[in-house]
């Protein structure tokens, strides 16, 4: 059944008319008027909220000052500042660095490695990573530098310093060093990550060293041919040498690359841009190791038993004038530049100018035979002394008269002789010169030698009309006038090449990245006196050797025929500027009848034992040419000696 409401249905109000006073009287369905309540507790009245109308004003109004704001912002980077603000951020999304060119290895005319390059690591950090924010401890560097100092060969307080620098993340520790350098340090890392996984208590205090790719110059042979080849500085540059002179074949181009990044590292799907590295040239010496190895150790000895300043060995192909050796002692390693003075660095075979002494004598010979003034019989009386100008000369042994021929003029080393020779050049003294002189610079004397070799002296010769009363009648023996080492190789490579000078060459060519060989410009030839001439004079320079008479009797070689001039010098002091010593040497070639090679010696201010170029100079050019003649394979010629007569009988 349905159940049936006993309540009536609410009727609906009508409403009635107004009562005075503005109350209306209440009509059927009027609400009933509301009967007085309760009095509330305390007489309290009922709680009224206020409108929400000026609070939502507050906030919108606040909205939108926030809103403009962002929009004044947005226009700002988008509109105004937008081409800015885009290099801002492609700058920090995309990073760039120098890929590094290979540099090019240098060989000896064989192929034999004398430089090259080797993989190695520059040693970085990042400083922030040493803080105490970031390793809870206020000791970080400290710690860090006492486990990397002993590895890097450095002291922990230097290690320290450097991870204490501030406002950078990068700070570099030490500069190109080998690969297991750093894998020493690489293992340590390791070995101290495992600890502080394990332990919380622990640090990895190299958490913050890292490794940038380098390469590192190395020289195979140690101090061997040390001042031709140079070194390499800090930059990666040449310091002296060949690797200074050919720089810019050595190093090659380097290249670039240009790559997004994230939190430090590359993003690969982004993309980049590289310009490869070109690698520089391999340059080929025309010096063989083998020779330059004996050409050093034989001036080596000589310099230390002697208790000399310094000597040089130059050795030279005669047909070709490329250099064999050019050695130097004390030299210096430079795989260690630290251990070096400053004395030893350079090429002083080709920086130290000096007089030649009586080694020059050969070039005034030359100069009175092809001038025709005189021949290899021609007599010349030797005085005792001889008064010419302000001075009165002698020779270096007291003795009577001697009546010699101009060969013996030569291979007895008379100053006198030669200055009575040289005279006959002309007319007048000052004749003489001017032709005298004109010789000189012909055998490349008072000029570089064209080697282009940093450093490099032209030696000192005055002009013929600049000449001192002394100068006119010393420099025809060889004193007033300084000369480098390899120009006086250079006068005797060019009589023994048929009176032809060939400019000396130390380069052979260069293989580019490509592989293909390109020689060097065939070098300058000069003809200097005739082929009569130079046969002459080296028939001459023998008797210097083999005659019991001659001064280089030390210099003989079992077998072969040799040609010879020693020279005895005195020698000017750099430090003083005045003559102090002697400048000792031996200059020569062999076979003597079919030259093949050019060597020469000298040794400055030697202070024990005999300072005389054949004595000391002597032993060093037969053990350097009869190494040189065996390593190249020359056979004596089996002739005959010319012996030419050195005296004559009144």
């Known amino acids: 059944m349905t159940e049936v409401s006993d309540r009536e249905p609410p009727r609906r109000r009508v409403p009635g008319p107004a009562r005075p006073g503005g109350q209306r009287r209440p009509g059927p369905g009027a609400r ?119 590895i890097l060969d450095q002291s922990p307080d230097t290690v320290a310093r450097k991870l204490r620098t501030k406002n950078t993340r990068y700070t570099l520790l030490a500069h190109r060093r080998t690969p297991q350098v750093w ?32 390469s590192k110059r190395v020289y195979p042979n140690g101090d061997l041919a040390a001042g031709i080849l140079g070194w390499v500085n800090a930059d990666g540059k040449g310091g002296g040498g060949v690797e200074q002179q050919l720089n810019k074949e050595l190093s090659g181009k380097d290249g670039k690359i240009r790559y997004a990044q994230s939190g430090g590292r590359q993003v690969p799907t982004v993309g980049s841009t590289e310009t490869p590295a070109v690698a520089g040239s391999d340059v080929e010496l025309t010096i063989d190791r083998d020779i330059q190895w004996a050409a050093q150790n034989a001036i080596a000895e000589q310099v230390k038993k002697s208790k000399a300043d310094r000597g040089y060995v130059i050795v030279q192909d005669t047909r070709t004038g490329e250099v064999l050796a050019m050695a130097d002692s004390p030299g210096f390693d430079p795989n260690d530049l630290s251990q070096a003075s400053a004395a030893a660095l350079g090429n002083a075979a080709l920086q130290d100018a000096y007089e030649p002494g009586s080694t020059a004598k050969v070039m005034s010979m030359a100069a009175v035979l092809e001038e025709n003034v005189a021949t290899p019989g021609t007599h010349v009386v030797v005085p005792n002394r001889l008064h ?76 013929a009309d600049k000449w001192s009363t002394s100068q006119q009648y010393t420099i025809p023996f060889g004193q007033g006038v300084s000369i480098n080492a390899m120009q006086a190789a250079s006068v005797y490579s060019t009589i023994a090449n048929g009176g032809v000078r060939v400019e000396p060459t130390l380069v052979r060519g260069a293989k580019g990245p490509d592989g ?64 102090h010593g002697y400048t000792s040497s031996f200059a020569g070639f062999a076979p003597a009848d079919k030259p093949r090679i050019t060597v020469y010696c000298a040794i400055q201010n030697a202070t024990r034992g005999s300072y005389f170029g054949g004595q000391i100079c002597g032993p060093i050019y037969k053990q350097v040419m009869e190494f040189a003649l065996k390593t190249l394979q020359i056979p004596p010629t089996g002739a005959g000696a010319a012996n030419l007569p050195v005296s004559f009988t009144p």
């Open 388 to 463: 010419r100008g302000d001075r009165l000369f002698q020779d270096d042994v007291d003795h009577a008269t001697w009546n010699l021929t101009l060969n013996g003029v030569l291979a007895k080393s008379s100053n006198i002789g030669t200055i009575l020779a040289a005279g006959q050049l002309g007319k007048t003294q000052k004749e003489a010169n001017k032709v005298l002189y004109s010789y000189l610079r012909k055998f490349g004397i008072g000029g570089y030698t064209g080697l282009d070799f940093p450093g490099e002296t032209r030696g000192i010769l005055a002009p």
């Open 32 to 150: 009933p008027a509301r009967r007085p309540g309760a009095p509330r507790p305390g007489g309290s009245r009922p709680l009224r909220l206020g409108s929400p109308r000026p609070r939502l004003r507050m906030v919108s109004l606040a909205l939108t000052l926030v809103m403009a704001a962002f929009v004044v912002r947005l226009l700002q980077v988008q509109a105004v500042d937008a081409s800015a603000y885009a290099a801002k951020a492609e700058q920090n999304r995309y990073v760039g660095r120098t890929l590094a060119a290979t540099r090019g290895g240098i060989t000896d005319r064989n192929g034999v490695e004398l430089a090259t390059s080797v993989d190695a690591y520059d040693i970085t950090a990042d400083p922030t990573m040493f803080t105490r924010a970031a390793t809870k401890v206020s000791d970080a560097p400290e710690q860090a530098g006492a486990l990397l100092g002993p």
């Open 516 to 579: 293909r060989f390109a020689p060097v410009a065939q070098p300058k030839r000069t003809r200097v006196v005739s082929a009569k001439t130079a046969k002459t004079l080296a028939q001459m320079l023998e008797s210097v050797v083999d005659d019991e008479e001659g001064t280089g009797a030390k210099a003989r070689i079992p077998g072969y025929r040799v040609a010879g001039k020693t020279g005895t010098a005195n020698r000017v002091d750099p430090a003083t500027g005045k003559y």
């Open 183 to 214: 894998k020493q340090i690489k293992d340590l890392k390791t070995t101290l990550a495992a600890k502080a996984e394990t332990d919380r208590s622990a640090v990895n205090f190299l958490a913050g060293v890292l490794a940038v790719p380098a």
